[in-house]
């Protein structure tokens, strides 16, 4: 970057909104790159979609081929990372499975904060019944263990990957709604929220212009760091049967195909395995880096 | 312009009800400055916070340019006659709001019109330049937080200001500023001042006439010159000043 863009990024009297704009994201871009380790996380998170992008180019094979002369073949010049059970290239099916792994990530990610962030919010700043009504039907939803709760979702809706996104959506929202609501009773009686309400602000205008970005940026937090715990339970539901069917190439359901074979044929549980690891550690890193530039309780002041 | 009879102004419920303010009554003139003093905890504050609808809990008659104001709802009329600054610049600005949106949306829920125009002129009004208003609170001191709540509380050109301590969370130095831009901004535009403060001094360079509070209740009246000339005639405000004239600040 050339040493005017950055003087006019960094200004400390910005002329423009969207010079103000964008020099309070590169601010958060500068505090988010000091963290080499969230960088590797959001490097590690870029080359997955980069993989799931040109999943067709990158796979050496077709992930649904079998070829049952060469099934459960060690790692090879030929098959990277071994074949499985059915003689299937593990390395193809891993990287088209990053697709099924994005998908779920994307689609918990987009739903339960969203959900989370209304019902916590409408609660905290409501108060009184609405708030009571709200919070207790959160507890219910909390009471039970997540997974288990998503297992009945499942099995009432039926197996399959959209239906495992759903129930993985359905249960994760509580502890957002928790947060939120916390956030929203701490910041309700802010000298800023009643100088609003003095201007004439009606109740819509303030939650939504004035108590929503201030929780915003925890909860993505938050995101973040869950997002390896939803991997992990979507893999978990697959592996159970219950999330993506066969042949989907997806990364539980290939290391529960594998578990027959732990003991002599390790890689093909193995194998599916180290991508959750490394995916689930990337979202963690990202998170804990997203922490640092947008928790308003950081060091940042 | 503002009239206060009989206030009452409590917290709770019984048994732990706690009554902020009992039977408190004043009225402020058109153009006057009115100073309310006290210890901490004497009810000031609350006084300002039921007037302007932000505690529900009073009871008794307020009434705003001939106007009486009933529980926590406030007219369009009201937000547009009364306005107020807050004691903490710290905390009064939203964190994540640059000057321009507080003051836009400001202008925008005030019904006013060529918003722009507007943003520069309070800007300019309140000493801070143009360079400031695109501006977050984290970039701007102490000092130029307060003028940005005092650009925002006049944005819809209100008659009476109430001031909840505007001075007593800044530095020595930067209070004096603070204090000459309200001066100066009262004599030009003719506003009414309510002023709650602890800082004797303050009240006596600020205001024409005061009103001493303990425990919730209004001990006593004077014009600020009796409080100059220490001729109070309660012997609470006689203490009052008397513990404020032997303190002298560091």
């Given at each position: 970057?050339?040493?005017?863009?950055?003087?006019?990024?960094?200004?400390?009297?910005?002329?423009?909104?969207?010079?103000?704009?964008?020099?309070?994201?590169?601010?958060?871009?500068?505090?988010?790159?000091?963290?080499?380790?969230?960088?590797?996380?959001?490097?590690?998170?870029?080359?997955?979609?980069?993989?799931?992008?040109?999943?067709?180019?990158?796979?050496?094979?077709?992930?649904?081929?079998?070829?049952?002369?060469?099934?459960?073949k060690?790692?090879?010049?030929?098959?990277?990372?071994?074949t499985?059970?059915?003689?299937?290239?593990?390395?193809?099916?891993?990287?088209?499975?990053?697709?099924?792994?994005?998908?779920?990530?994307?689609?918990?990610?987009?739903?339960?904060p969203?959900?989370?962030?209304?019902?916590?919010?409408?609660?905290?700043?409501?108060?009184?019944?609405?708030?009571?009504?709200?919070?207790?039907?959160?507890?219910?939803?909390?009471?039970?263990?997540?997974?288990?709760?998503?297992l009945?979702f499942?099995?009432?809706?039926?197996?399959?990957?959209?239906?495992?996104?759903?129930?993985?959506?359905?249960?994760?929202?509580?502890?957002?709604?928790?947060?939120?609501?916390?956030?929203?009773?701490?910041?309700?009686?802010?000298?800023?929220?009643?100088?609003?309400?003095?201007?004439g602000?009606?109740?819509?205008?303030?939650?939504?212009?004035?108590?929503?970005?201030?929780?915003?940026?925890?909860?993505?937090?938050?995101?973040?760091?869950?997002?390896?715990?939803?991997?992990?339970?979507?893999?978990?539901?697959?592996f159970?049967?219950?999330?993506?069917?066969?042949?989907?190439?997806?990364?539980?359901?290939?290391?529960?195909?594998?578990?027959?074979?732990?003991l002599?044929?390790?890689?093909?549980?193995?194998?599916?395995?180290?991508?959750?690891?490394?995916?689930?550690?990337?979202?963690?890193?990202?998170?804990?880096?997203?922490?640092?530039?947008?928790?308003?309780?950081?060091?940042?002041? | 312009?503002?009239?206060?009879?009989?206030?009452?102004?409590?917290?709770?419920?019984?048994?732990?009800?706690?009554?902020?303010?009992?039977?408190?009554?004043?009225?402020?003139?058109?153009?006057?400055?009115?100073?309310?003093?006290?210890?901490?905890?004497?009810?000031?504050?609350?006084?300002?916070?039921?007037?302007?609808?932000?505690?529900?809990?009073?009871?008794?008659?307020?009434?705003?340019?001939?106007?009486?104001?009933?529980?926590?709802?406030?007219?369009?009329?009201?937000?547009?006659?009364?306005?107020?600054?807050?004691q903490?610049?710290?905390?009064?600005?939203?964190?994540?709001h640059s000057?321009?949106?507080?003051?836009?949306?400001?202008?925008?829920?005030?019904?006013?019109?060529?918003?722009?125009?507007?943003?520069?002129?309070?800007?300019?009004?309140?000493?801070?330049?143009?360079?400031?208003?695109?501006?977050?609170?984290?970039?701007?001191?102490?000092?130029?937080?307060?003028?940005?709540?005092?650009?925002?509380?006049?944005?819809?050109?209100?008659?009476?200001?109430?001031?909840?301590?505007?001075?007593?969370?800044?530095?020595?130095?930067?209070?004096?500023?603070?204090?000459?831009?309200?001066?100066?901004?009262?004599?030009?535009?003719?506003?009414?001042?309510?002023?709650?403060?602890?800082?004797?001094?303050?009240?006596?360079?600020?205001?024409?006439?005061?009103?001493?509070?303990?425990?919730?209740?209004?001990?006593?009246?004077?014009?600020?010159?009796?409080l100059?000339?220490?001729?109070?005639?309660?012997?609470?405000a006689?203490?009052?000043?008397?513990?404020?004239?032997?303190?002298?600040?560091?």
């Amino acid at each position: 970057m050339n040493p005017t863009t950055r003087t006019w990024l960094l200004s400390d009297a910005p002329q423009t909104r969207r010079q103000a704009r964008l020099g309070a994201l590169y601010q958060g871009w500068l505090t988010f790159r000091a963290n080499k380790l969230a960088m590797l996380g959001l490097v590690i998170l870029l080359a997955l979609l980069g993989i799931a992008a040109f999943a067709p180019w990158l796979a050496p094979q077709n992930p649904l081929a079998q070829d049952l002369a060469g099934r459960l073949k060690p790692p090879s010049a030929a098959h990277w990372l071994g074949t499985d059970a059915l003689g299937r290239d593990i390395l193809s099916r891993l990287i088209y499975g990053s697709r099924v792994t994005l998908f779920i990530v994307g689609t918990v990610a987009l739903i339960a904060p969203v959900i989370g962030l209304f019902i916590g919010t409408v609660a905290g700043f409501a108060g009184g019944w609405v708030d009571q009504v709200l919070m207790r039907i959160t507890d219910i939803f909390l009471a039970f263990p997540k997974l288990i709760l998503a297992l009945a979702f499942v099995a009432a809706l039926g197996p399959g990957i959209g239906n495992a996104v759903l129930a993985l959506a359905i249960t994760s929202w509580p502890p957002y709604a928790r947060l939120a609501r916390a956030e929203t009773l701490s910041i309700r009686n802010a000298d800023y929220i009643a100088a609003a309400r003095l201007q004439g602000a009606g109740r819509l205008r303030l939650l939504i212009g004035h108590i929503w970005p201030l929780c915003i940026s925890s909860l993505i937090v938050r995101v973040a760091l869950d997002m390896a715990g939803i991997i992990l339970s979507a893999a978990g539901l697959g592996f159970l049967g219950l999330g993506a069917q066969p042949p989907m190439p997806e990364w539980g359901a290939m290391i529960s195909d594998g578990r027959t074979y732990i003991l002599d044929f390790w890689w093909v549980a193995a194998m599916p395995g180290m991508a959750i690891f490394i995916v689930s550690l990337a979202f963690n890193l990202l998170g804990d880096g997203l922490r640092d530039v947008l928790d308003p309780k950081g060091a940042k002041e | 312009m503002l009239t206060v009879r009989d206030l009452d102004v409590w917290f709770g419920h019984p048994p732990d009800r706690v009554d902020a303010v009992s039977a408190a009554s004043f009225s402020v003139a058109s153009g006057e400055s009115f100073g309310l003093v006290g210890e901490s905890g004497s009810g000031k504050s609350t006084i300002l916070r039921a007037i302007t609808g932000l505690i529900g809990t009073w009871s008794g008659t307020i009434t705003v340019d001939g106007q009486p104001v009933t529980g926590q709802h406030r007219s369009k009329a009201f937000h547009k006659t009364v306005q107020m600054v807050f004691q903490d610049p710290y905390a009064s600005l939203h964190p994540r709001h640059s000057v321009d949106r507080v003051l836009s949306e400001t202008l925008h829920l005030q019904g006013m019109d060529q918003i722009d125009r507007r943003i520069t002129a309070l800007l300019d009004s309140v000493g801070l330049g143009r360079g400031f208003r695109f501006r977050y609170p984290h970039q701007l001191s102490g000092g130029q937080r307060q003028r940005v709540a005092i650009a925002r509380a006049l944005a819809a050109e209100p008659r009476l200001l109430l001031l909840d301590e505007p001075t007593s969370a800044l530095d020595v130095s930067v209070q004096a500023e603070i204090l000459n831009l309200l001066s100066d901004l009262r004599r030009e535009r003719g506003l009414t001042y309510v002023m709650v403060s602890h800082d004797l001094a303050v009240v006596a360079h600020m205001c024409d006439r005061l009103a001493v509070m303990r425990a919730g209740r209004v001990i006593e009246e004077m014009p600020a010159s009796a409080l100059r000339a220490g001729t109070a005639v309660s012997d609470y405000a006689r203490a009052l000043i008397a513990a404020s004239a032997s303190y002298q600040p560091a």
